[in-house]
């Protein structure tokens, strides 16, 4: 080699290695490493060839070819006879074909080359540091003959800068990745949709937002493993990449996923896409020999009339999601404006009662549950009270701040603690109160260690679990995906607490669930005790109601009882216990005290007069 040839060749080296520092992409290297190779072989047609992991050629540059033609031979197999590059290739070494017209190695391509007027081919395989063949280098020649030395050093050189070029590219897609898609889905991620968010707002084009959640993932991580969690989200993932190609799917992490519908720019649109996500995602997803359910839940916005910023755009989806999740789960709901405003409603309700909280203003209030042919009082039920300045207001009044699950589990937590301290308190004083009911909620089901922090509270307080009623909304029976609350429940049952079914009647439950909810004691919805004695259906589904329960076995316990009417409507239908205003309305520990006190005085003044006159 020349003096000046080994000049060329470095100033070829220096100019490529500053494009792949500069970040070139991989095509625009390619072009120039073949422009400099004929440059510096003026008699050769170049070409590079990518050769990906299925054993498929892809044209990476050959600016002195017909576009045809590198588009001809894309997707084209390596093999045994496949031309000098797919040979090449296959055999992982040069091969030189020096008449095309008469080698067997091109009978199958000879008359796509044939037109071009060459005659002679050359090949180098180029491979990655593992030894894997990625691409190929071929001179083309204008007549029949094999490479010079010169042009064999050209070649080396190209090579070997081409296998650089391909590994950095390589490796910045690799970091690409990595960065901006979900390894679990190859989905975009949080980070990628951000900016494909940002991408598609500042184009002020039409589209829309889904956001959606894959119903139920904690239940099928807690019960049956969380490789079987991982298998539902790949395959929601998968299952979202194939709606269609108007969809971009990105996982968010967790079970959140976010779709950017393109073009979308109606509520009804977006519906419709939502539909197609829907009958997509739904359906069974086997794991080890076992199959669970998959099934999603999703709010939308529409970009301009639902927001025209990311911030806007995305809290309007994630309201819509959430009015979703409350009121239509494994459905959709598209945003509407007054959602905004419950939104805003409850996230204020849910700053004031973890206030609450964190200052120990959640207090108990007791309402007596009474025997109704005696008067007697037979039982407790605890109701959260929040001190809110000089007033006490029910927790009820904080129902959608409910719906968080942390929150909802403290304020179980702090009722069971303070309920187990008052409960211990009676009794060192020998006060009679048989049982107390304290309400549980779908939250502390969801958190899976209820038994063990009853037993651990009441355990620390010394009271036996036989003094417990445990009082569970019949939607947290019935709103569940699987058995994970009637096995809970059962295991509470085990250790001797009584567990009611309250609010029965309000719509989620039918007399079917009685066969099956393991309880001790039915709870009639006030709604039914309100109408005794002015509305005869009502009168007739309670007594029919009654007798029911009695024949299964269970007890049954008449709410929100107000009149004396009322009570005598119970009595004649054969309901023995009953609570409501007409006994007393819920007070705090210290006059629960006192109420306790004195209904077992008026008892020992009756037993003292029943024994002088049997006497």
């Known amino acids: 080699m020349t003096g000046g040839e080994t000049e060329q060749l470095l100033r070829l080296q220096t100019e490529v290695l500053e494009a792949v520092a500069q970040g070139e992409a991989l095509p625009a290297i390619g072009r120039l490493l073949c422009q400099r190779a004929e440059e510096l072989a003026p008699e050769a047609v170049c070409s590079i060839l990518l050769v990906d992991e299925y054993g498929s050629v892809r044209a990476l540059a050959a600016p002195g070819l017909p576009k045809f033609y590198s588009a001809a031979i894309n997707g084209l197999k390596i093999g045994p006879q496949a031309g000098s590059c797919g040979t090449a290739a296959y055999r992982r070494e040069e091969v030189v074909v020096t008449d095309i017209a008469s080698d067997p190695l091109w009978d199958d391509f000879r008359a796509m080359i044939a037109p071009l007027g060459l005659k002679a081919c050359w090949s180098t395989p180029i491979k990655n540091p593992a030894g894997q063949v990625i691409a190929t280098f071929a001179f083309y020649f204008r007549s029949t003959r094999g490479p010079s030395a010169t042009e064999r050093n050209i070649v080396e050189t190209c090579a070997h800068l081409c296998a650089l070029a391909i590994e950095h590219e390589r490796i910045r897609d690799r970091n690409f990745r990595l960065a901006y898609y979900d390894v679990l889905t190859g989905l975009p991620n949080r980070g990628r949709y951000n900016e494909l968010l940002g991408e598609h707002i500042g184009m002020d084009q039409p589209f829309g937002l889904i956001l959606l959640d894959i119903d139920h993932l904690k239940s099928?991580?807690?019960?049956?493993?969380?490789?079987?969690?991982?298998?539902?989200?790949?395959?929601?993932?998968?299952?979202?990449?194939?709606?269609?190609?108007?969809?971009?799917?990105?996982?968010?992490?967790?079970?959140?996923?976010?779709?950017?519908?393109?073009?979308?720019?109606?509520?009804?649109?977006?519906?419709?896409?939502?539909?197609?996500?829907?009958?997509?995602?739904?359906?069974?997803?086997?794991?080890?020999?076992?199959?669970?359910?998959?099934?999603?839940?999703?709010?939308?916005?529409?970009?301009?009339?639902?927001?025209?910023?990311?911030?806007?755009?995305?809290?309007?989806?994630?309201?819509?999601?959430?009015?979703?999740?409350?009121?239509?789960?494994?459905?959709?709901?598209?945003?509407?404006?007054?959602?905004?405003?419950?939104?805003?409603?409850?996230?204020?309700?849910?700053?004031?009662?973890?206030?609450?909280l964190a200052e120990n203003r959640v207090e108990p209030y007791y309402q007596p549950i009474v025997n109704l042919e005696t008067n007697e009082i037979v039982g407790l039920e605890a109701l959260a009270r929040l001190r809110m300045g000089s007033e006490v207001v029910s927790v009820g009044e904080f129902q959608t701040a409910l719906t968080d699950p942390r929150l909802a589990c403290e304020l179980t937590g702090k009722m069971l603690e303070q309920v187990a301290q008052d409960m211990r308190g009676w009794l060192d004083a020998g006060i009679d109160f048989q049982h107390v009911g304290v309400n549980v909620t779908t939250g502390d089901f969801q958190r899976g260690d209820l038994a063990e922090r009853i037993i651990d509270i009441f355990g620390w307080a010394n009271v036996p679990l036989s003094h417990i009623v445990l009082e569970v909304n019949e939607a947290v029976f019935v709103g569940g995906s699987d058995r994970s609350v009637p096995h809970a429940v059962e295991a509470l049952r085990s250790r001797g607490i009584l567990v009611a079914l309250d609010d029965f009647g309000t719509g989620f439950a039918s007399l079917t669930h009685l066969l099956s909810f393991p309880v001790d004691i039915i709870k009639i919805d006030r709604s039914f005790v309100t109408k005794l004695g002015v509305d005869g259906p009502s009168e007739t589904v309670v007594s029919g109601l009654v007798d029911i329960v009695k024949k299964l076995g269970m007890r049954i316990v008449a709410e929100g009882v107000e009149y004396e009417e009322q009570a005598a409507a119970l009595r004649r239908f054969g309901c023995r216990l009953a609570q409501g205003y007409l006994y007393s309305k819920p007070v705090s520990a210290a006059q629960c005290t006192r109420l306790l006190e004195a209904h077992a005085q008026r008892r020992s003044i009756a037993a003292d007069g029943e024994n002088r006159r049997s006497a």
């Open 220 to 356: 099928v991580n807690d019960t049956i493993g969380h490789a079987a969690g991982d298998r539902l989200i790949a395959t929601v993932g998968a299952r979202l990449s194939a709606v269609h190609p108007t969809l971009i799917p990105c996982r968010l992490g967790g079970d959140e996923f976010a779709i950017i519908a393109r073009g979308c720019s109606s509520h009804d649109m977006l519906e419709h896409w939502a539909s197609m996500v829907s009958d997509a995602t739904t359906g069974m997803v086997e794991m080890s020999g076992q199959s669970f359910e998959a099934h999603v839940t999703m709010g939308g916005a529409v970009f301009g009339m639902d927001g025209k910023d990311a911030d806007t755009l995305s809290q309007n989806a994630d309201f819509a999601l959430y009015h979703a999740k409350e009121a239509r789960r494994g459905g959709y709901m598209a945003f509407q404006a007054d959602l905004r405003t419950e939104m805003t409603h409850r996230i204020a309700q849910v700053r004031q009662l973890d206030q609450a």
